[in-house]
C-alpha cells in the first residue's frame, strides 16, 4: 500500500512529467509550423519588412535610401519568391521520395485496420506542412 508521503511525490513527479511533455509537444508544434511558414506567400512582406528593418539599422539609412531600398525589395518579390519556391520543391523531391519509400515500407507492416488510420495520419501531416488547416 502506498503512503500518502509516497502519493504526494508520484503527484508531483507526474505534474513535472505531464508539463514537460506538454511543453515538448508544443514547442515541436511551434517550430513545425515556423518551418512552413518560412516560404509561404503570404510571410514574403513580413520577411522583407524585417529584413529591410535590418538594413536600415545595420547601414544607417537615410530615409530616402530607405524608400529606395524598399521599392527594390517590393519589385524583386515576386521573382525571389518562385525561386525559393522552386529551390524547396527541387531540393525536397529527393527527400520526398525517401519518405515515400520509408512509409511504404512501414504500410506493407499494418494490418488492414492500421491503414486506413495511417493514411488519414500522412494525410493530416502532409496539411500542415502546406500550411492548410
Do not use: N
Amino acid at each position: 500500500m502506498i503512503g500518502p508521503r509516497s502519493r504526494g511525490y508520484a503527484i508531483v513527479l507526474g505534474t513535472f512529467v505531464l508539463g514537460g511533455l506538454c511543453g515538448g509537444g508544443v514547442g515541436y508544434a511551434w517550430s513545425q509550423r515556423s518551418l512552413s511558414a518560412l516560404v509561404s506567400e503570404d510571410r514574403s512582406e513580413a520577411r522583407d519588412l524585417r529584413r529591410l528593418e535590418a538594413f536600415s539599422r545595420e547601414l544607417e539609412l537615410s530615409a530616402d535610401q530607405r524608400e529606395q531600398v524598399r521599392r527594390i525589395v517590393e519589385r524583386r518579390r515576386p521573382e525571389r519568391d518562385r525561386l525559393m519556391r522552386r529551390m524547396f520543391d527541387e531540393c525536397g523531391q529527393a527527400m520526398q521520395r525517401e519518405k515515400e519509400g520509408m512509409d511504404g515500407e512501414i504500410r506493407a507492416l499494418l494490418t488492414p485496420e492500421q491503414v486506413p488510420r495511417f493514411d488519414a495520419m500522412r494525410e493530416r501531416r502532409a496539411k500542415f506542412f502546406r500550411g492548410e488547416r
